[in-house]
C-alpha cells in the first residue's frame, strides 16, 4: 500500500488568508512547532557545574 493511495493527491490545499498573508495549514504547523521548540529552549534549566568545583579564576595565594 502506498502513502498516495492514502491521501487524495488531486486536491488543493488548504489555506488560512489574513488580509494580505496567505499560508498553507500544514506551514502554520510547522511554524507553530518551530515556535513551540524555541519557547522551550529558552525557558528549560541548563545543566550547569557543580558548586563544589572551583572556578578557574579562583587563585589562592
Not at 519557547?39 to 557543580?50: D, G, N, R
Amino acid at each position: 500500500m502506498q502513502l498516495s493511495s492514502l491521501i487524495p493527491m488531486s486536491h488543493f490545499g488548504h489555506y488560512l488568508h489574513w488580509h494580505f498573508l496567505y499560508i498553507s495549514v500544514s506551514n502554520v504547523i510547522v511554524v507553530a512547532t518551530m515556535l513551540t521548540v524555541f519557547v522551550i529552549a529558552l525557558v528549560a534549566p541548563f545543566p550547569h557545574a557543580s558548586t563544589s568545583t572551583k572556578d578557574v579564576n579562583d587563585v589562592d595565594n
